[in-house]
């Protein structure tokens, strides 16, 4: 379906691919590594056609539909969460749009004298929106935010209304209701939440079209994805199996070049050793020649490359005292929505707790409250005289 060959691109003064190749087969779910900076969103762009390489082709058969989710959603504002999803679901979409022109039309008083003609040509659409199966569409879209975790009010809002994680949300729904022949997602598993995270992964399990992805949740792709292609060094190289099967094939690839690596190395060292020891003898005048021609037509073995990593060390806390926090009869409510009703909470000194529930329960609310970013509406929050706390949102 997409080929990638021998594609050569710098940008700047950093080469990106050197002479690559891969390819995408119909229904391969493929992950996509390398490590930041190594070319994975260039990849991308290339494949879509907003970027060119600078040596090689990228073909996509003729007829391939693709959806392409980035981190970049753009601006977003003017239509409901569904609208803009429905949005990315090709004509139905346009029909659905001049449709709701119409309707803004149907009650301005100033087209009175144009009514029968808008009737006329919303009637023409509404025919051409169930011909499309746009009613269903709608509820198909419905279904996808519902899963991303949208609440029926988020859904009919204003998308412009929504935060940042929000909106990505809605362009992954897009791409997600397309149901493109190829999906290429870029790190789609941010700003999800576990339900969420959790229904996605069921998704694109099911999903029958072929899948390029890259995510930085290594256990959310081992499920996913069949095959594994590394952008390394400005080379793509195709591993089959999933993430952790990858890191295995990876593993002992390096350690058998290693290997290599140190065989040629000996050998080299006990060749120049006998150049250096008879090179001035006439009698070895030829073996020190022939070896010498032997040197210079030998492929060097390169050693595994070693990525960098960063190291962090976290020095001990200072002891505190045993109770951190407690929070008792805590009433936290937003508007005519409860949050929490006489909740009682402690923390004690070296527990760890996991705060987990649906978007809206409360999780971050609870943080705040321990933190002190936030106050209860009733009860009482006490934290340790001697406790120092680091609260990260």
């Known amino acids: 379906m997409i080929r990638l060959e021998n594609i050569g691109k710098q940008n700047g003064r950093q080469i990106v691919f050197i002479e690559a ?56 504002g003017g239509l409901s969460a569904v609208a803009e999803v429905m949005e990315g679901a090709g004509p139905v979409s346009a029909v659905a749009a001049e449709m709701r022109e119409l309707e803004h039309a149907m009650g301005d008083p100033d087209r009175a ?28 879209a419905r279904e996808v935010l519902d899963g991303l975790g949208f609440s029926q009010e988020m859904m009919d809002g204003d998308v412009a209304k929504l935060s940042g994680g929000w909106k990505m949300r809605v362009a992954l729904a897009r791409i997600l209701l397309m149901r493109p ?36 949740d290594r256990e959310f792709m081992n499920r996913i994805v069949s095959k594994v292609i590394e952008i390394d060094a400005g080379a793509l190289t195709s591993y089959s199996g999933n993430f952790e099967f990858y890191q295995e094939q990876r593993a002992l690839a390096d350690k058998q ?12 060292a006990k060749e120049i050793a006998f150049i250096e020891r008879f090179k001035a003898r006439a009698s ?37 005292g045993e109770d951190v926090a407690t929070l008792k009869g805590i ?47 009733e009860g009482t929050v006490a934290r340790g005289p001697s406790v120092k706390m680091g609260y990260f949102a």
Request: proline share 4%.
């Open 284 to 320: 070895h005048a030829a073996q020190v020649q022939s070896r010498v021609k032997k040197l210079d037509k030998i492929d060097r073995v390169e050693p595994p490359k070693r990525r960098q990593t960063v190291a962090f060390e976290f020095q001990p806390a200072p002891r505190c």
């Open 181 to 216: 022949d190829v999906m290429l997602l870029d790190e789609p598993s941010n700003h999800l939440d576990l339900e969420s995270l959790i229904w996605l992964e069921k998704f694109l399990k099911d999903y029958d079209g072929a899948l390029l992805m890259t995510s930085h």
């Open 21 to 76: 190749s891969a390819a995408l087969q119909k229904g391969e779910k493929i992950g996509l590594v390398g490590p930041n900076g190594a070319g994975k969103t260039t990849l991308f762009r290339m494949i879509i056609g907003q970027e060119q390489p600078d040596e090689g082709q990228v073909s996509v058969d003729r007829g391939v539909t693709i959806g392409y989710f980035s981190q970049d959603v753009g601006d977003m």
């Open 113 to 140: 004298d144009e009514m029968d003609e808008v009737i006329e040509r919303y009637g023409e659409l509404q025919h051409r929106f169930e011909e499309l199966d746009g009613y269903a569409l709608d509820g198909r």
């Open 257 to 268: 070049l290693q290997a290599q690596f140190e065989r040629q190395q000996a050998m080299l």
């Open 331 to 377: 009433h936290k409510a937003y508007g005519s929505r409860s949050i929490y009703s006489g909740l009682d909470f402690q923390i004690r000194r070296r527990e760890r707790w996991c705060v987990m529930g649906v978007n809206g329960a409360g999780k971050s609310t609870l943080l705040k409250l321990v933190a002190g970013a936030s106050e209860p509406d």
